[in-house]
């Protein structure tokens, strides 16, 4: 097993802001905007976004954590069903545009999910996705509007993103074998 | 821990981990029933039963509703529609809705342990919505769930069950509910209705009411059969209600803060005076809303130990 | 065809006999114990039997069958229920009156010997009811009955609750010299009790039958027998307290004997945990106090004998909620197994388990049976009582399946079951 660092702690943080300054320029700001993360990883990183966008903006937008497992479309052929969280969205969706973080695209699966799970809330202007590394092997017609880092992977190989408020540090690693 | 138990019967067989996992599982189901379209699509594609042997519309909407925000297919099947007034077997009967496609067995039936004869002889998922006066676990579920988010913890907690424990589901559900999760439990009511053998469980039992609710933090009231009274049980229910009925006056000795639950349907007057049933310490509509978010984990619990089984 | 049984440990209990020697079989009856065997091991009309290392005892008794027939043949006849027997080692049974119609009268009993005679492999003796229909109201014709054949009388499975026709059955029949054989059951005690009441039942909300509930009919009747002087046979003694009563009785020289289940004194009412409707009988599986006490009654002998209350039920009668099952198991097939479980535990020695399943019984009924003297009809079990055995439900003779030791590993195997002088069983 091989494990080669692709991020580490300055180039996570580095990426965020970036993704924070394309979101705020191409949304003309941080008016309408709602920020969901993805369990577990993608909140943390829905989180640093909307604090970077009140640092810039003067306003916090409003920030939920989307628990996807009730939509996951494997559930009848997975052996060990994953314990449901809750989601926790303490606003309306309805004509807010939507960006929704998670920290790796890959199938797609998630992504369809939890876009599903959020039009049970009610009717976004747009949802844009944010992801932190795009490992590509996509299954569905889904594509990320801000990427952090593209990786060319094989389904064998891991990615394993780590961040301060869960794994005490900021690094993305690619592990193989 | 995952969940490995295909069936759900009681909560004498559940281990005090996988009733927290139910009740941490249905905290995440209560949000969906908050939501503009309270519905997921984790068992899309699962026809579940509901058969039913007794008239009970609480029960078994909770059950149904529970059913179609997970996208469940649904199937009803009360006594009057059935083909048991026929004569029909009850392992025919659910033989028939296996072939029909489903998968899971909601049953309510008055007689103790038939739960168990469908779980040993077919294939599909049984989940007991009360049996005889044996158990009734989601029920027992739903007051854990109600409590634990009152109070923060059931541990350490006195916990009263009031009437008629003999022939209560309900009452053997809640105490082996709570008994296994730390709370002290005790049972009261007339002592014709109450077990000979009660105590072996664990459970301290009383004759007194007031003695019973003594710095009591939860006070369960049973429903009381109406047919037992003018029987050898006891003479009446207004001599039932004097000794054993709720008042604030009795509920004085419990704790400030006391919590008083009843399964439903209320008799007012009886178990419970109205100022009690109504009152602040009463969460009786609360338990309605959280039954459902608490069948909708045992179904996906269910579901996910059949799928890795 | 004369059968020479060779080598085998004889015990015949009744004479206290228990020697390793040779039974001579000829025209149906015991001709003798040869000790020279030479010449009829040769002799081409002498069918040999080799026994070494095996028990030969006189055919088993037991006071205690349902045959069902007439009336609920699918449950068993009596062709399928004498087969049972023979499969068990029994040779001679007794079978209850509640059947349909009730054997309340000479003609079910004559129908029932003649069924008996032509289609049963085993000796049946009737009992007649003690009511009428075992309406507990008004005597059945138990004159005719006893002429047609009935050893005694019964209300097993629906007692006299009234007390005053109880006393006067138990007067009539001195007229016959029959026992009065009952079931002793407070029916208002029990109510709809479907095991017994305690903690198991307390955990499955099951409705309990108290052990009052036998102990306080046991103490009428115990009482009513002392009154009337009658010859009172308690069935199926299940709890502490009538084991207590029927000692004492006994000490007072009340006429009195009783009898044990197998299942009684193998399991406690903890086999219904599952809901076993296998485990579901009257009187129901007891506490461990009371299988004790009935296990210590058969020690001491406060309980007389071992008898099976064979209660065959079909599978889709018992495949149903506990409430509504059928009360009863079969026994015939387990009994002897079950019996020498106790010979294992120290309980009874091997002559008077024997005795509890041979003589005694037949004494009960005052029929010449379970004794193998020269010149008694032979009618002999022969049994390896150290073989394993897994007992399969599927391999019962009997029509019915409903046993709670399916699958149990027991030691005991009957190898030859001969009436009458032919081998109407061997393995």
Not at chain 1, 57 to 82: A, C, F, H, S, V
Not at chain 3, 10 to 26: C, Q, T
Not at chain 3, 92 to 106: H, L, Y
Request: hydrophobic residues 40%; aromatic residues 6%.
């Amino acid at each position: 097993m091989t494990t080669k660092t692709v991020m580490d702690s300055d180039s996570v943080n580095r990426t965020i802001s970036r993704i924070v300054n394309q979101i705020l320029e191409r949304n003309n700001g941080a008016r309408d905007l709602a920020i969901i993360g993805i369990r577990t990883r993608g909140v943390y990183i829905a989180g640093r976004i909307a604090g970077e966008i009140e640092r810039i903006e003067g306003i916090k937008p409003p920030l939920g954590t989307l628990d996807i497992t009730l939509y996951r479309d494997d559930l009848r052929n997975k052996t060990e069903w994953p314990k449901v969280k809750k989601t926790e969205i303490p606003f309306t969706v309805e004509d807010k545009k939507v960006i929704l973080v998670d920290d790796v695209i890959y199938t797609g699966r998630t992504i369809r999910a939890a876009i599903d799970e959020i039009m049970d809330y009610g009717r976004p202007s747009s949802i844009q996705l944010v992801a932190l590394i795009d490992r590509g092997l996509r299954e569905l017609p889904i594509q990320p509007d801000y990427v952090g880092s593209r990786l060319d992977t094989l389904g064998s190989e891991e990615v394993k993103v780590r961040l301060k408020e869960a794994d005490g540090e900021d690094e993305v690693n690619l592990v193989t074998g | 821990m995952a969940f490995e138990r295909k069936h759900i019967l009681g909560l004498q067989e559940l281990t005090a981990e996988e009733i927290t996992l139910v009740l941490d599982t249905a905290e995440s189901m209560k949000e969906v029933s908050e939501r503009d379209v309270k519905k997921v699509p984790a068992l899309r594609g699962v026809t579940v039963c509901n058969l039913f042997f007794e008239p009970s519309t609480r029960t078994r909407s909770s059950f149904e509703i529970a059913e179609k925000r997970l996208s469940a297919d649904v199937l009803n099947f009360t006594t009057s529609q059935s083909s048991v007034v026929k004569g029909e077997s009850l392992l025919d009967t659910a033989r028939n809705l296996e072939a029909m496609g489903a998968s899971m067995i909601v049953i309510r039936h008055p007689m103790s342990g038939a739960p168990w004869l469908l779980a040993r002889t077919l294939d599909s998922s049984i989940i007991n919505a009360g049996d005889g006066s044996h158990e009734h676990p989601s029920q027992g579920l739903l007051d854990l769930f109600t409590i634990r988010q009152l109070k923060g913890k059931i541990e350490g907690l006195k916990v009263v069950i009031v009437g008629d424990i003999l022939h209560s589901r309900v009452a053997r559900s809640n105490i082996w509910g709570f008994m296994k999760l730390g709370a002290e439990v005790r049972v009261v009511g007339p002592p014709t209705l109450i077990p000979k053998y009660i105590e072996n469980i664990g459970v301290k039992s009383y004759f007194s009411l007031d003695a019973a609710v003594d710095g009591a933090d939860v006070v369960i009231m049973l429903r009381i059969q109406k047919e037992r009274q003018d029987s050898e049980f006891f003479p009446s229910l207004r001599e039932y209600s004097r000794f054993y009925g709720l008042t604030r006056e009795k509920l004085k000795y419990a704790a400030g803060d006391v919590t008083v639950m009843h399964p439903g349907p209320i008799n007012r007057g009886v178990e419970l005076s109205s100022d009690i049933a109504d009152g602040p310490g009463s969460v009786i509509l609360e338990q309605v809303s959280n039954g459902i978010a608490v069948r909708m984990a045992m179904f996906y619990l269910v579901a996910s130990a059949r799928s890795s089984s | 065809m004369s059968i020479l049984i060779k080598g085998g440990r004889i015990i015949d209990p009744s004479r206290n006999f228990d020697k390793v020697g040779n039974i001579l079989i000829e025209k149906g009856t015991v001709k003798s114990y040869p000790e020279d065997i030479k010449k009829l091991e040769k002799a081409s009309d002498v069918k040999v039997i080799e026994a070494g290392g095996k028990i030969v005892a006189p055919g088993l008794v037991d006071l205690h069958v349902h045959l069902r027939e007439p009336g609920y043949e699918h449950k068993e006849t009596i062709r399928t229920g004498c087969e049972s027997a023979a499969a068990g080692g029994f040779t001679s049974i007794v079978c209850m009156p509640n059947t349909n119609p009730i054997n309340d009268n000479a003609s079910v009993t004559e129908y029932i010997m003649l069924k008996a005679r032509t289609e049963g492999v085993v000796n049946v003796f009737p009992l007649g009811a003690i009511t009428k229909g075992e309406n507990g109201e008004t005597l059945a014709q138990i004159g005719e009955m006893y002429e047609a054949g009935c050893v005694g009388v019964s209300d097993d499975g629906m007692p006299v609750m009234n007390s005053k026709v109880m006393r006067h059955a138990m007067e009539y029949v001195k007229a016959f010299g029959i026992p009065v054989i009952s079931h002793s059951e407070d029916l208002n005690l029990s109510g709809n009790g479907v095991m017994n009441e305690g903690y198991t039942s307390t955990l499955l909300g099951l409705s309990g039958i108290p052990s009052a509930s036998e102990d306080v009919m046991v103490s009428r009747d115990i009482t009513l027998a002392e009154l009337t002087g009658t010859h009172l046979h308690i069935c199926h003694v299940s709890t502490v307290g009538s084991v207590r009563l029927i000692r004492a009785a006994k000490e007072r020289g009340v006429r009195v004997t009783a009898e044990a289940a197998p299942h009684h004194f193998t399991l406690t009412d903890k086999a219904v945990a599952e809901y076993d409707t296998n485990a579901k009988m009257k009187p129901p599986l007891r506490s461990e106090t009371d299988r004790e006490a009935v296990r210590e009654g058969l020690r001491d002998g406060t309980i007389d004998i071992i008898a099976t209350d064979h209660a065959p039920h079909s599978e889709d009668e018992k495949m149903v909620e506990f409430d509504q099952a059928p009360f009863g198991i079969v026994g015939l097939e387990t009994a002897l197994p079950l019996s020498l479980k106790l010979v294992e535990d120290g309980v009874l020695t091997i002559n008077e388990m024997i005795a509890k399943l041979t003589h005694l019984p037949s004494a009960i009924i005052n029929v010449r049976k379970g004794t193998l003297n020269p010149g008694d009809q032979a009618d002999i079990v022969i049994f390896d009582p150290g073989q394993k055995v897994k007992i399969d439900r599927e391999s019962f003779r009997s029509k019915s399946r409903n046993t709670p030791f399916n699958g149990w590993d027991l030691k005991g195997v009957v190898l030859y079951t001969i009436v009458n002088g032919n081998i109407v069983y061997s393995v």
